[in-house]
């Protein structure tokens, strides 16, 4: 299994957020407190797609099963529809199995030409039964009055330090305990989205195996190595 998927956030604990009241309101709508539809914007890898994915999901509750809620690619979906029958269809499946409301995920929304942008804004004024989450790189590229019908809500980049809890959970995933201080000497230098930072820690898993493969007398260890390649030293 690709490392990205292996470790990717199941809920919304699981995602590390800048703004502590970004991470509230998505769990009021997590928890169907709020119920407009919902606009995540902001820079690439920030975890917007697999945050509104969640929020869907955990919605959903325990009526929640695969296909119940797979989320629309804008693009791919202007491909094949002119209409949003499916996404009522969708609607209409989930109310029917005990859901609060209809919910939809639109992946970047803004690669939604003008016309579909002005069709949906119609279909979401006609139908109340259900609400979007919506997804995008390029908020000015979303025309005007459907974005009205939105909460935005900026997903911005983490710091380095608020990075430090995911590191620590996913090293200990690896069978690779490493302390808070040691996962912020790992993360000296980086800067970047989640996905550079899947694959920043992915590098460091196989300089860990690689160090412990060479290290045989006496046995390495991973948290020795982990001490070794952060310079923190074994006291």
């Not at 230098?189 to 898993?205: A, C, H, I, P, T």
Request: one cysteine or more.
């Amino acid at each position: 299994m690709k490392f990205d998927k292996k470790h990717e956030p199941e809920t919304l604990d699981d995602v590390i957020f800048a703004d502590a009241d970004v991470k509230q309101t998505l769990q009021d709508y997590a928890n169907n407190q709020r119920h407009k539809h919902l606009l995540l914007y902001g820079p690439k890898g920030t975890g917007k797609s697999v945050t509104a994915q969640i929020v869907l999901k955990e919605r959903m509750c325990v009526i929640w099963q695969t296909g119940l809620g797979d989320a629309w690619n804008a693009s791919s979906y202007q491909d094949k529809w002119d209409n949003f029958n499916p996404m009522l269809q969708q609607w209409n499946m989930q109310l029917s199995w005990g859901a609060h409301t209809g919910c939809s995920v639109i992946d970047e929304i803004d690669q939604f030409n003008l016309p579909m942008q002005h069709r949906l804004r119609a279909f979401i004024d006609q139908y109340e039964m259900g609400f979007v989450i919506a997804t995008t790189n390029n908020l000015h590229l979303v025309d005007g009055p459907l974005k009205d019908r939105f909460r935005p809500l900026f997903v911005e980049y983490p710091s380095v330090q608020q990075w430090v809890p995911r590191v620590v959970s996913v090293m200990a995933a690896e069978g690779i305990p490493v302390t808070p201080i040691q996962a912020a000497g790992l993360l000296q230098g980086f800067q970047g989205s989640g996905r550079s930072l899947n694959d920043w820690m992915e590098d460091y898993v196989f300089r860990l195996q690689r160090m412990m493969a060479q290290v045989t007398t006496p046995p390495a260890t991973a948290q020795h190595c982990a001490h070794t390649i952060n310079g923190a030293g074994s006291k």
